[in-house]
């Protein structure tokens, strides 16, 4: 088994599932924050397979920033699926979407605002942590 195979066998019940040389670990924290927390964390996932719930184009970012050499969402929005092509990474999903929802149902993701027309990975990175930190501060 590949270690996508494995990461998306073992996604189930988690928010993502991370897979390097057939060991794996799981978060079950929701959104960006388990990327962000991990990349904050200076963890090395460089060579890392990812299997994540909804894939957008802000978790595309995090997944380029930290190495992810390949990914699979079972939601995948239009805008992630081109920053991974850009970025060389190869990527499966079980649904495409143009565009990923806030967890109200009302809007587009903030996540997703912040980076729309951010093309660099560390601008995009940056913004992101100034959103959270934005949104927590609320």
């Not at 969402?73 to 060389?88: I, Q, R, T």
């Not at 190869?90 to 093309?119: A, F, H, Q, W």
């Amino acid at each position: 088994m590949t270690d996508i195979e494995i990461a998306i066998k073992n996604l189930e019940g988690h928010s993502i599932c991370l897979c390097k040389n057939g060991e794996y670990f799981t978060d079950d924290s929701k959104g960006i924050s388990p990327m962000m927390k991990f990349i904050a964390e200076k963890k090395d996932l460089s060579g890392y397979s990812a299997a994540d719930i909804i894939v957008g184009k802000a978790a595309a970012i995090l997944f380029v920033k930290a190495g992810i050499v390949s990914v699979y969402g079972e939601v995948m929005s239009e805008a992630a699926k081109l920053f991974l092509e850009e970025h060389g990474i190869s990527y499966s999903y079980e649904t495409l979407t143009k565009k990923i929802i806030n967890r109200s149902g009302t809007d587009i993701c903030p996540m997703e605002k912040t980076v729309t027309n951010i093309s660099d990975t560390e601008k995009g990175y940056i913004a992101l942590k100034e959103k959270l930190a934005e949104l927590k501060s609320k």
